[in-house]
């Protein structure tokens, strides 16, 4: 195994980043975390004047950032030179605003062949509700996911937006984004990735429709396995008023939780799989975990194998023992931020933590880029720097 080189796998790659909202940023950030040189344009309106630091936006960490007017043709002009040295470029606008801009993929194309051109929607590109606003929420609505998450009986719970913008959203086109970059190493052409929340977010859900095509889910939400409906796969209270995780599907995972919780030798405990019992399994785990503090049963289940954890706070998580261990989480300014995921025996990956101020390097790109009237540029607001 070679010695680690503490650049991340993606070092060497040069990313364009159209400066957008939510899921754009974030995978950029992925990808900068993963050792890509991501130069973010910012609009001009976004610098600051006398600003010295990018803020806690933690998902412009370990980017650049030019400040450019993209109205104006000097401005357009300055990111089609970005683009010509660049491997991938992405953008989050509505369908159809890049090509306004005379930024779309087939302008950036013809001056760069090899270009990835990622593409971030809520709706995709096409179809009846492209042109259409939306956030998370709505993406997750029309997928189906959003009906199945919540208890019997009660309206859909609203998760945090996780689960559309970030997991249907960002991942997908940052999977999409490195398959079409290493498809063009042996192509040489580079090709459009145009991904919408509305699939990833579909595409997620593919093991739960299969359990219901297999008749193993029922279209409703909390009577399932995994959506509460299981007394075993639930949250309880605890002595305290917080509340432990149970996840105890398997028959040995189950004999083990059932045991720590001191229920092991209750001749007359509902069978796992007795599902017309359920209900009374629950009081009777619901009565069991009121009688300890939540630290006081993860000390008891962890580490083990009753699948049994605490539910912890953000500021918990990022503080406790079980993840600072492993260095899940870092501090930067007093504030703590994930660390880069996934992790790499070789090629290490790092990021300072450091948001991009707007503007904050545009003279040196503008440099890089061979640019010799930077301050004419400057003046006549086609860039702008902080």
């Not at 192509?187 to 193993?216: K, P």
């Amino acid at each position: 195994m070679g010695a680690a080189t503490g650049k991340g796998p993606l070092s060497g790659v040069r990313v364009v980043e159209l400066a957008g909202i939510g899921p754009g940023p974030f995978a950029a950030m992925l990808l900068a975390d993963l050792g890509a040189d991501v130069i973010r344009v910012d609009r001009t309106s976004a610098v600051k004047p006398g600003a010295s630091k990018g803020g806690t936006d933690f998902s412009n960490r370990g980017k650049r950032s030019i400040a450019v007017d993209l109205k104006s043709e000097r401005g357009r002009d300055v990111v089609l030179r970005l683009v010509e040295r660049a491997d991938v470029l992405l953008e989050g606008f509505r369908p159809g605003v890049t090509e306004r801009l005379g930024l779309g993929p087939d302008d950036c194309l013809a001056r760069n062949p090899r270009l990835v051109y990622g593409r971030m929607t809520g709706w995709g590109q096409r179809g009846p509700l492209s042109s259409s606003a939306g956030h998370d929420i709505g993406y997750i609505a029309v997928t189906g996911a959003l009906h199945a998450i919540g208890r019997e009986g009660g309206p859909p719970q609203v998760p945090m937006n996780l689960l559309g913008d970030f997991a249907g959203g960002s991942m997908y086109l940052v999977v999409g984004v490195l398959s079409a970059l290493l498809e063009s190493r042996t192509s040489g052409q580079g090709q459009v990735v145009d991904a919408a929340i509305v699939d990833g977010t579909a595409h997620l859900s593919t093991f739960i429709h299969a359990m219901m095509a297999g008749g193993l889910w029922q279209d409703r939400r909390g009577v399932n396995m995994l959506d509460t409906g299981a007394p075993w796969y639930d949250v309880y209270e605890t002595a305290d008023g917080r509340y432990m995780a149970v996840g105890a599907i398997e028959p040995q995972f189950y004999a083990e939780f059932i045991r720590v919780l001191g229920l092991e030798d209750e001749k007359d405990l509902p069978g796992q799989h007795e599902r017309e019992r359920w209900p009374e399994a629950r009081e009777r785990f619901a009565a069991a975990f009121k009688t300890k503090t939540r630290d006081e049963w993860a000390k008891l289940f962890l580490p083990g194998d009753g699948c049994v954890a605490p539910v912890l706070s953000l500021k918990e998580a990022a503080e406790h023992p079980y993840n600072t261990a492993r260095e899940v989480f870092f501090e930067h300014e007093g504030h703590h931020q994930p660390a880069p995921a996934p992790r790499f025996s070789r090629t290490v990956t790092e990021t300072d933590g450091v948001p991009a101020l707007p503007g904050g390097q545009t003279r040196d790109i503008l440099t890089e880029l061979g640019f010799e009237d930077v301050d004419a540029l400057l003046a006549e607001g086609a860039v702008a720097q902080s």
